[in-house]
């Protein structure tokens, strides 16, 4: 079975900092992939970032990028200058190639950004 | 746009109340997810299916049933509905190719009083 652990359920960032969403996972297919979901208190669910259990690179996309640590089974997501407007839950998520494909969650981190 | 939709965005209902909540996509997407959000926690699979004659349970499909009824169109029902399933219902869709993202619809508010 899959588990996601994200072990900030809170996090405080100053407005144009960097800042670093913990993640961890367990997952015995050899294929698979993670996703980052950002929701904001309006309760939509967008899609910030994958990484492919067999891409070489960390991904990256605008001020996301995620830092995949295979041997380590994490899979951070770092925002780069924070903006006021990220501020919101984050939820890690990972799907296994095989079966259902079906996406596992973390708890998620709520993130807020201060002026 | 392509896109997913769910109806009703919010809905108060009664304990014992049969309830149906939709789902429907213009993405020309096989894969549909319902998935239900309490608060504080992250997504719990419900139901899931492949196609319209592929259905199979998550890890929470006690006390909920759905329906494929073509490819763009997957329902949930709550056919005895308790407060307990008072939570916020997403519905996903997917194409099973490469990154294979799931894509959300807005969600579902479903108070059970």
């Known amino acids: 079975a899959q588990k996601i652990t994200q072990t900030q359920p809170g996090m405080f960032v100053q407005e144009k900092e960097a800042v670093t969403l913990d993640c961890t996972y367990d997952?015995?297919?050899?294929?698979?992939?993670l996703f980052w979901y950002k929701q904001p208190s309006s309760g939509e669910m967008i899609f910030l970032i994958y990484q492919g259990s067999y891409d070489q690179q960390n991904a990256t996309e605008g001020r996301y990028s995620l830092n995949f640590q295979k041997a380590r089974k994490s899979a951070n997501l770092v925002i780069s200058a924070s903006q006021l407007g990220d501020s919101a839950m984050y939820f890690c998520?990972?799907?296994?190639?095989?079966?259902?494909?079906?996406?596992?969650f973390g708890s998620g981190t709520r993130l807020q950004v201060q002026p | 746009d392509a896109d997913v939709t769910q109806t009703p965005r919010n809905r108060i209902t009664k304990t014992g109340k049969r309830i149906m909540l939709e789902c429907s996509q213009t993405?020309?997407?096989?894969?549909m997810y319902w998935y239900r959000q309490d608060p504080g926690l992250g997504l719990r699979l419900i139901y899931y299916s492949f196609d319209v004659k592929d259905i199979n349970k998550g890890e929470i499909s006690d006390g909920y049933s759905v329906s494929r009824q073509a490819q763009a169109k997957f329902s949930l029902s709550l056919e005895s509905a308790i407060p307990n399933q008072t939570a916020l219902y997403f519905c996903a869709t997917s194409v099973a190719t490469g990154k294979d993202e799931q894509f959300f619809g807005p969600g579902t508010r479903l108070t059970v009083l």
């Open positions: 998520a990972n799907r296994e190639d095989t079966g259902r494909r079906a996406l596992t």
């Open positions: 993405k020309g997407h096989d894969r």
């Open positions: 997952t015995s297919d050899p294929s698979y992939g």
